[in-house]
């Protein structure tokens, strides 16, 4: 059966800080990694990576795959208010047709 | 472009009962994958659509199903209705030509009484 698990399940940071998210995965067929971002509703999607050691950036958001290890972290600097969600971690697997398999996610709250 | 809209938002149903959920994709995406979020299990799979065809399902009881129209909506039915059914149910699309990148809708935040 396919795993992922996200770490830590809660965090709780200071504006200004740097936080480091973790996500281990076990699947078959693996075929990529992604990061999602939810507030109050839909996920919004971050990053896609399927490539290990290259890194995806956005803003003060970046991300990175280790298909050895089989991780991905996810960074964010200088956190902001508005960072605060949860961050959901999944895992797309399948030979032909694929499914995603979603972490338990990380609430991230950023405190001013 | 417009997002992934669902309806209905909210939805009060009792034990027993049925439901049918409605989610309509991106324009041009022709997958759709169903989702079941609860505080306990986070984003569990139900199943994916594409051009009308089930193309993978979830572990979940028969009492969940879908199908797919040809203009790429999507209905998903849970029958005989139970407690732990309560959740939020995302309905995500797809162009299937960048990669499993998935796009979600709002939600029906469905409640089991």
């Known amino acids: 059966e396919d795993k992922v698990v996200q770490s830590p399940l809660s965090l709780v940071v200071h504006e200004g800080d740097t936080v480091t998210l973790n996500c281990s995965y076990e699947v078959t067929n693996f075929r990529s990694l992604l990061w999602y971002k939810q507030e109050k509703k839909a996920p919004t999607f971050l990053f896609m990576l399927?490539?290990?050691?290259i890194e995806k950036k956005s803003g003060r958001l970046s991300s990175i795959l280790d298909k050895k290890e089989l991780f991905s972290i996810l960074n964010i600097t200088a956190t902001q208010t508005g960072d605060s969600a949860i961050y959901l971690c999944a895992v797309a697997s399948g030979a032909g047709s694929y499914q995603l398999t979603f972490g338990k996610g990380t609430k991230l709250s950023v405190i001013p | 472009k417009a997002g992934v809209t669902q309806t209905p938002r909210y939805l009060i149903k009792t034990r027993g009962q049925q439901v049918t959920l409605s989610c309509s994709p991106i324009s041009g995406h022709r997958s759709v994958s169903w989702y079941q979020q609860t505080p306990g299990q986070g984003l569990q799979f139900l199943f994916e659509?594409?051009?009308?065809?089930?193309?993978n399902k979830g572990n979940f009881p028969g009492r969940f199903s879908g199908r797919q129209f040809s203009n790429s909506r999507s209905e998903m039915n849970v029958s005989t209705l139970e407690l732990g059914d309560s959740a939020l149910y995302l309905c995500?699309?797809?162009?299937?030509?960048?990669?499993?990148?998935?796009?979600f809708g709002p939600g029906t935040r469905l409640l089991v009484l």
């Open positions: 995500a699309s797809s162009p299937r030509t960048s990669g499993e990148t998935q796009y």
């Open positions: 399927t490539s290990s050691g």
């Open positions: 659509y594409f051009s009308e065809t089930q193309r």
